[in-house]
């Protein structure tokens, strides 16, 4: 029997809540966080510095205190980044700014799949949260 369309689209959903739980390391170059700007039509990334201490949290650079994993946290960013589409976004962080703000590879491929989540819920009018 051939798999139907809501099937296949179940297997990926599946698939795709598992290996957003799988463990990666943390970039020591920072994180971003995404969000949109529908007023404007813009993708915004905000990118934030932290340290990596010795058991693999990412810390405050001025404290040296472990970030919250919830919860809203009032830092300051080291920069940010507007685009009208994810390729764009990704030029401009990926290509333009120098230094790169990220070091791997891993964390470059998650920001361009968040950034194209993101361009199709501005397009589509629907919720983006990040993943």
Known sequence: MMPTANSMAAERAVLDDKLSKRY???DPC???????????????AKHFTN??????????PVSGEPLPTR????????????????????????EETKPCPL??????????????R??????SDTEYVQD
């Open 103 to 116: 070091s791997y590879l891993d964390h470059a491929a998650y920001l361009g799949r968040e950034f194209m």
């Open 24 to 26: 990666i390391e943390l």
């Open 51 to 60: 340290t990596i201490n010795e058991k693999g949290l990412a810390c405050d």
């Open 71 to 94: 919860g809203k946290v009032e830092r300051m960013p080291a920069a940010t980044f507007y685009g009208r589409t994810a390729k764009e976004l990704c030029i401009k962080i990926f």
């Open 30 to 44: 920072g994180y971003f966080l995404i969000y949109l700007d529908r007023e404007a039509g813009l993708i915004v």
């Open 118 to 123: 993101a361009e199709i819920a501005l397009l």
